[in-house]
DNA sequence: TGTACATCAGTGAACGCGCGTTCACTGATGTAC
DNA sequence: TGTACATCAGTGAACGCGCGTTCACTGATGTAC
């Protein structure tokens, strides 16, 4: 136990918490035991660097919206067209949702788990994310590849699209028979459309 | 305890269960024991019913899912433009999941409550709504409506979308800044410029 | 340099709770003689 | 018509489980003299 690594657990209870949620898809699935299994650990020590679950599961997600954004940004290297931009970022989203079913489930699909008033508005990590999607939208509509629409009703509802095809696949696994490529194609090809001048 | 009512019972768990879930919006917070009061009997009668919590719950969704073919169904009479008929499909949609959101996340966002094989093919309750959706599509392409597409991916698109809206408004009530009608509006106006000939 | 002490991250065991479910029962209802 | 019996929907109490969390503790680490 040596004393500066107090925090080494901390993270990587982090990551233990992380990685279960990755798995089993179901925040409710993850104990506070299995986590301090998983770490190496006994239950009672996670209480040293977590007031309670809610706040570990709360860390986690911040550091999921970090990842998000990170992904939403490395999508975009190299394009600069506006429109494109618009397109890899929705790919980009789906993808993360995909891959991470049970962060996104947290993030954009539980009953209240974040409050959105336990951050600031500043701080709030998806809030920088979406205001990079409202200020393409309006890079589109000064490129004149968008009608002039309000750019943040129209980031809004091409947030919710996006979050429409993500949140179907991940809630019904089976169901949309239409393969993924394909659905994600034709909604990235309606917006374009829906939204030209 | 007249002989012939004992399938009143039955009918009165069902709603009180249906009740339940619109009020808390959550299945893992709708106790056996809750339904049990509610009704004003002791929790073993329910399993004179039912065979166990899942049983009563899927009992649920199916009558849901006809409450919302009803309710779509409704929502169409006297449209016969096909395009209106798409919309107010749609419209009637997000009003049925903004009204029970309960409901309509365990439908549409829950994890594998419903293993969808647990209907066969036509008995899925679903399956009407969306099948009358896709003909609808296919209505409006015949129409010279839309762009001759194919019909099963449009309406699975359109599915996906209209889904998104709703599922946003459940699960982040506060969040989307912009008004109800507004996104409503917005998306299926998108819809309609995106999938213009 | 050596010893006594304070610190505090992590431990082991348990608490209390709510849950889904089970089980032996009860007592009003319908039936057979 | 009256009595003994079978039925069975609903009861009351409890079981077993897993959960988040608490609490008194331990023992290696760093510090003071």
């Known amino acids: ?19 279960l949620l990755l798995e089993t898809a179901d925040e409710s ?11 190496g650990v006994t239950p009672p020590s996670i209480y040293m660097h977590f007031a309670d ?4 599961i709360l860390a986690v997600c911040a550091r999921q919206f970090e990842k998000l954004d ?39 699909m539980s009953k209240q788990r974040i409050s959105w008033s336990d951050f600031d508005d500043d701080t709030m990590p998806g809030k920088r994310s979406f205001l990079q999607l409202v200020d393409d939208v309006q890079a589109c509509i000064d490129a004149g590849r968008f009608r002039p629409v309000d750019a943040f009703v129209a980031a809004t509802g091409i947030w919710a699209i996006v979050h429409g095809v993500t ?31």
Chains 1, 2 share one sequence.
């Open 29 to 39: 699935a993850v104990a506070m035991r299995a986590i301090a299994d998983a770490v």
């Open 53 to 56: 679950k809610d706040e570990l």
């Open 1 to 19: 136990l040596p004393r500066g690594e107090g925090d080494r657990l901390r993270e990587d209870i982090l990551a233990a918490t992380e990685a």
């Open 70 to 108: 990170a992904y939403a940004a490395n999508s975009l290297r190299g394009a600069r067209d506006p429109l494109e931009r618009l397109r890899r970022r929705g790919r980009a989203y789906i993808a993360f949702g995909v891959e991470h079913p049970a962060h996104y489930r947290i993030l954009f």
């Open 167 to 197: 949140s179907l696949r991940i809630a019904m696994p089976g169901f949309p028979l239409v393969g993924e490529e394909v659905l994600t194609d034709f909604i990235l090809d309606l917006v374009g459309r829906g939204m030209a001048p």
